[in-house]
Nanobody, 121 residues
Framework: QVQLVESGGGLVQPGGSLRLSCAASGTIFGIRTMGWYRQAPGKQRELVATITTGGRTTYVDSVKGRFTISKDNAKNTLYLQMNSLKPEDTAVYYC???????????????WGQGTQVTVSS
């Protein structure tokens, strides 16, 4: 069994910063990508940022220059540094990993339980 446990959410004022973490544990034989998604009330879940094991990153346009995704491969831990936060960043943030639990695969999607980020004065 694989678990993804997020932490670091909370309430922050506009312009503030938060750092999210996601620790992956369990029987993991390889991780292809990890990423952060978010879902605001009444909206569909959207991709925020992804990172490959090799360090290649992608970001949704709305967070470019403000958010930074990073990963500690040795610890299977994913981070999202969020700066210059805006009210429209308010959402539940979910950690995602595409990984395999046996040496021969296949790769499958795993999700964390989500952490609330609220940006409000």
């Amino acid at each position: 069994q694989v678990q993804l446990v997020e932490s670091g959410g909370g309430l922050v004022q506009p312009g503030g910063s938060l750092r999210l973490s996601c620790a992956a544990s369990g029987t993991i034989f390889g991780i292809r990508t990890m990423g952060w998604y978010r879902q605001a009330p009444g909206k569909q879940r959207e991709l925020v940022a992804t990172i490959t094991t090799g360090g290649r990153t992608t970001y949704v346009d709305s967070v470019k220059g403000r958010f930074t995704i990073s990963k500690d491969n040795a610890k299977n831990t994913l981070y999202l540094q969020m700066n210059s936060l805006k009210p429209e960043d308010t959402a539940v943030y979910y950690c995602n990993a595409v990984l395999k639990t046996t040496p021969w695969g296949p790769f499958s999607d795993y999700w964390g339980q989500g952490t609330q980020v609220t940006v409000s004065s």
